[in-house]
């Protein structure tokens, strides 16, 4: 039976999660007033969201070394601290240059110091009951995406976009630093020498057929996971639905991830999670298909509802992944540095969905491509099972 302590890291990288992500995430809500303010093109706006990404995904695995080094708390706090700086001086951008290094540099780069330490920090408590842990401190990434875009938007009837940014900075210093706090490294478990956690190292892991193509899945998915963020809002506004609504797509795609990080959690951890791994994969993809054939506002919210719930699925299965295969002896590190391949597809995924439909006024071609690439992460998911003996 795991400690009492075990469940607190749950909940408060459940915490963490939700403020990071509901920060990214209620970019949507900005999105406009950016484009309005500064007179950019959707693909110049998609370039903050891209950006923040790249930061994020390409330094967790800094982030992920330094928490295997001095413990996820100070780490953490340290990320919190950079989020609400970011807001804050994009709170007072002249520019969208600036708004590209102030939300796209500084918030990536906290939430580098927060993603990785914060959910890796969970895995090496837990052994039964790895898969639910990982699902529900996951789950914090779908409830932060549900609430904060929301709140964001209420906040936009209410002040201007550069006093909503200054409230997001104040509520992080307070509920994020606080939730970070609570965070510690696991002691040894057993099995462990001079109080080395079992498993591979970094070096090591990165050398086997099963982290490669874990990798590849994760660089194909990329692009597939991260364009709904940045467009489906805008794609709804196109088709005619109102701006509250619009932005309230990415709060259902919130929804469906905290359902599928509940359910999918528990479920892998008696199916087996790399076959799990591979069906949602599958599905993200396959929820395009109502995205090409969505006119009205019942069939984007459909849509959102699907996307999120694979999406959730993949982000919550990918931790205990790598915890089952390669130990937990350097496992920050190595989540983090699975994560750069999401870097590449998190930057040009947007950034290429908003050039496409500058040139066609369409987001039909980036939805074929979509598919195509979904194809190949769901294949390359399917390739780790040839290779998935545990490795410690």
């Known amino acids: 039976?795991?400690?009492?302590?075990?469940w607190v890291m749950v909940w408060a990288t459940f915490v963490c999660l939700a403020v990071i992500f509901g920060v990214s995430y209620s970019f949507a809500a900005f999105f406009e007033n950016f484009s309005h303010e500064f007179s950019a093109q959707r693909a110049d706006v998609s370039w903050i969201f891209g950006l923040c990404g790249l930061v994020y995904f390409v330094l967790g695995a800094l982030g992920g070394l330094l928490a295997d080094r001095w413990g996820p708390r100070l780490v953490c706090m340290a990320g919190m601290v950079l989020i609400a700086l970011g807001l804050f001086l994009t709170s007072q951008a002249q520019s969208l240059g600036s708004i590209y290094f102030s939300y796209g540099i500084l918030v990536g780069l906290g939430i580098a110091f927060v993603y990785t330490p914060s959910i890796a920090s969970v895995q090496p408590w837990f052994k039964a009951r790895r898969g639910l842990a990982s699902g529900i401190a996951s789950s914090g990434v779908g409830a932060g995406t549900l609430v904060l875009p929301l709140v964001v938007s209420l906040l936009l009837t209410h002040m201007d976009w550069r006093e909503s940014l200054r409230v997001?900075?104040?509520?992080?210093?307070?509920?994020?630093?606080?939730?970070?706090?609570?965070?510690?490294?696991?002691?040894?478990?057993?099995?462990?020498?001079?109080?080395?956690?079992?498993?591979?190292?970094?070096?090591?892991?990165?050398?086997t057929p099963a982290f490669r193509w874990l990798y590849m899945g994760t660089l194909l998915g990329a692009p597939v996971m991260f364009i709904p963020f940045a467009h489906i809002s805008a794609a709804a506004r196109d088709a005619g639905m109102a701006e509250a609504q619009a932005v309230g797509l990415v709060g259902i795609i919130g929804i469906g991830s905290?359902?599928?990080?509940?359910?999918?959690?528990?479920?892998?951890?008696?199916?087996?999670?790399?076959?799990?791994?591979?069906?949602?994969q599958f599905l993200m993809g396959a929820s395009y298909l109502l995205w090409a054939m969505a006119d009205q506002g019942w069939m984007f919210a459909v849509f959102s509802l699907?996307?999120?719930?694979?999406?959730?699925?993949?982000?919550?299965?990918?931790?205990?992944?790598?915890?089952?295969?390669?130990?937990?002896?350097?496992?920050?590190?190595?989540?983090?540095?699975?994560?750069?391949g999401a870097a590449l597809g998190n930057l040009l995924g947007p950034v290429g969905a908003g050039r496409v439909f500058d040139l066609s006024n369409s987001y039909t071609g980036v939805i074929s491509l979509a598919l195509l690439i979904s194809a190949l992460a769901t294949l390359s998911c399917w390739r780790i099972l040839r290779h998935a003996s545990v490795a410690h």
């Open 1 to 6: 039976m795991e400690s009492r302590k075990a």
């Open 168 to 207: 997001m900075a104040l509520g992080v210093l307070i509920l994020g630093v606080s939730a970070a706090f609570l965070l510690e490294k696991a002691p040894a478990i057993e099995g462990g020498v001079k109080g080395v956690l079992e498993g591979l190292t970094l070096s090591e892991a990165l050398k």
């Open 258 to 280: 905290l359902v599928g990080r509940f359910a999918i959690g528990w479920l892998a951890d008696r199916v087996g999670r790399i076959q799990t791994l591979m069906l949602m």
């Open 306 to 340: 699907w996307f999120g719930l694979s999406y959730g699925s993949i982000v919550s299965l990918l931790p205990a992944i790598c915890m089952d295969l390669f130990g937990g002896r350097a496992v920050s590190a190595i989540i983090g540095t699975l994560y750069t």
